[in-house]
């Protein structure tokens, strides 16, 4: 196989009306230069070459379908479809989301333009804004209930800030390969927050960098749509909670191993001020409010700080 500039890895597993939506996204780019990698993770093979029969003479020779016998867990999957491909950068494009046409072709002419801003530091990759879609299925159809922008109010990728919590999803950042290297790829024994800890994991090395415009989709479906057409992240919200605290609680045991902070300091502490802004925020809505009152207005022009 060629080298190309970007891997499209693509996890599924018997979701063939996703899946379908996936294809389109990929083919439609307007930057060409990649291979689309289809890791079927345990699903139905003949319903994987069968959704993807009718799209085979587009990818013209840039489409790897690979079979999982048995279901490996989504962070395997991504390594396995970085492993059987070649690039230079990396994109782990869901089945169930989606890009805007110019997706690639910015995020490249990010990661090759000279006047990136710069310390000392390199870029190991670069987000674009992201849009959060909420849809329900109905029989063979995928219907849009509802979008609102998930991140526009990120300007530059702060550690300190993801630290506090995944603040892009894997559809928006495309990643140097030699940095999945680095750090050592998804880490396989995750079954939830594995996105999460790889961002954490390249941002503790590199700067990502942001394109600011809305060219991700991230789609979401209800927690009544269980089953292999749920979305891991709402139909097991409890899970990813525990795991959260368990997840956090690991990386501050081994900071106290080593006898200096880390990021397992950094999650934590990032963590309180985030809570503590969540609760701060319903407070200030009712400040707002009350100082709005004509009552006090008047107190205040009698009384003045």
């Not at 379908?20 to 996204?25: D, F, K, P, Q, V």
């Not at 093979?45 to 489409?63: D, I």
């Not at 979401?220 to 525990?242: C, F, P």
């Amino acid at each position: 196989m060629n080298q190309a500039c970007v891997a499209i890895v693509t996890r599924t597993k018997n979701r063939p009306l996703l899946l379908e939506r996936a294809l389109s996204s990929v083919l439609n780019q307007t930057f060409q230069d990649w291979v689309h990698v289809i890791v079927n993770d345990g699903g139905d093979a003949a319903e994987v070459q069968r959704t993807v029969a009718a799209y085979r003479e587009r990818y013209r020779g840039r489409l790897v379908v690979i079979d999982n016998l048995d279901s490996k867990g989504i962070e395997a999957a991504s390594n396995i479809g970085i492993r059987e491909s070649h690039s230079e950068f990396v994109v782990i494009h869901d089945d169930d989301d989606s890009w805007e046409l110019n997706f690639l072709a910015r995020c490249v002419e990010f990661m090759f333009a000279r006047d990136k801003p710069r310390l000392d530091c390199e870029y190991g990759g670069v987000i674009t804004h992201s849009l959060r879609v909420d849809e329900e299925i109905i029989g063979q159809n995928v219907r849009r209930i509802g979008e609102e922008p998930f991140n526009t109010w990120l300007a530059n990728v702060s550690l300190y800030r993801l630290a506090a919590g995944n603040v892009f999803p894997p559809i928006s950042f495309m990643f140097r390969r030699d940095v999945w290297e680095q750090v050592g790829g998804f880490r396989e024994s995750l079954p939830v927050l594995g996105d999460w800890d790889f961002h954490l994991r390249v941002c503790a090395c590199y700067e990502i960098g942001v394109v600011p415009e809305l060219l991700a989709n991230y789609h979401r479906r209800s927690s009544i749509q269980a089953g292999e057409y749920g979305n891991t992240i709402v139909v097991s919200d409890l899970k990813h909670r525990a795991y959260e605290n368990l997840y956090r609680n690991e990386l501050l045991r081994r900071d106290l191993e080593v006898g200096k902070a880390g990021l397992g300091f950094m999650v934590n502490v990032a963590h309180s001020f985030e809570h503590l802004n969540d609760v701060l925020r319903p407070m200030e809505r009712v400040k707002r409010r009350f100082q709005s009152n004509s009552l006090w207005r008047q107190l205040s022009r009698l009384f003045p700080r």
